[in-house]
């Protein structure tokens, strides 16, 4: 008996509120709106996954997932960075993942989304940012850079070793960005036989075979941590191993007995047992 006085009561409400000359029925059967939570957008996967960054597709490529929401019916996915000057909205979805194409290279995108239901919108997800590749490369491509840089760094124990670790991945993937996408007067000619980094790793000569580095011990389950960082930083320029800034002029690596002086070199790091390494800003061959 109260439920019904209730809901009677709530009917003579909506009728003096509204008027009387409105029909009853179009009253009574108002959809209602569910109201919505804002999504939560799932942070940037560094490395070992394609899940936020397609392999072969990093620089122009990013996925963005974000989780379910409860009464959702649609999300709203906006992103601010590049020709996106704004916060744009680029898709409207039911997924709950969107695949972003068209971006530039090396560059940082901003990202939000919100819930939808009919009339009724959540507030913005926290902004995500996700930066694009400086290249493309596959998972294999990713374990090459990331085990011939272990090979040529050996032992990683002390902080002697940061430096190097940094910039023998900056020597890598600056040659083959150089290559691929400037036309460098050196490296391009060099590089262009080849269709990826991997095949540039272990098949051009000038670093080391698959199957010595694999004779040697080197394998991808055995790279260190701080050496997938500073892989990481010098493919997305991003700051890598202990806040050490990546050097995007550097191409190529040797060891020597002395330290060199040339306008040629950036860095000379003592090794432990005698001689540099030196990290070179032209080609010294």
Request: charged fraction near 15%.
């Amino acid at each position: 008996m109260i439920r019904l006085f209730s809901a009677l009561l709530t009917v003579m409400m909506i009728f003096t509120f509204i008027g009387p000359d409105l029909n009853a029925s179009a009253v009574l059967y108002i959809p209602l709106v569910k109201t919505v939570t804002a999504p939560v957008i799932t942070p940037e996967y560094k490395y070992d996954s394609a899940a936020t960054h397609p392999y072969n597709k990093q620089t122009n490529t990013i996925v963005v997932d974000w989780s379910d929401v409860k009464n959702a019916q649609k999300y709203e996915l906006y992103i601010q960075g590049g020709k996106y000057t704004s916060y744009t909205k680029y898709m409207t979805t039911t997924a709950s993942s969107c695949t972003v194409t068209g971006l530039d290279r090396c560059t940082n995108y901003k990202f939000k989304v919100r819930s939808v239901n009919g009339l009724s919108k959540s507030s913005f997800s926290s902004v995500v940012t996700i930066k694009t590749a400086r290249m493309d490369y596959d998972q294999r491509g990713w374990e090459a850079i990331c085990k011939v840089v272990t090979h040529e760094v050996g032992g990683m124990q002390g902080d002697i070793w940061d430096k190097p670790i940094v910039y023998a991945a900056d020597c890598i993937a600056n040659a083959y960005t150089y290559a691929k996408y400037t036309n460098h007067p050196i490296w391009t000619p060099y590089f262009k036989r080849y269709n990826s980094i991997q095949d540039v790793l272990y098949k051009s000569g000038g670093y080391i075979s698959e199957q010595a580095l694999t004779y040697r011990g080197v394998t991808y389950n055995k790279v260190p941590e701080k050496v997938k960082l500073a892989c990481y930083g010098a493919l997305y320029c991003k700051a890598a191993y202990k806040g050490i800034n990546n050097n995007f002029s550097i191409f190529w690596w040797r060891t020597t007995s002395y330290k060199v002086n040339s306008s040629k070199v950036s860095y000379s790091v003592a090794l432990p047992w005698g001689g540099y390494a030196c990290f070179y800003n032209q080609y010294w061959g």
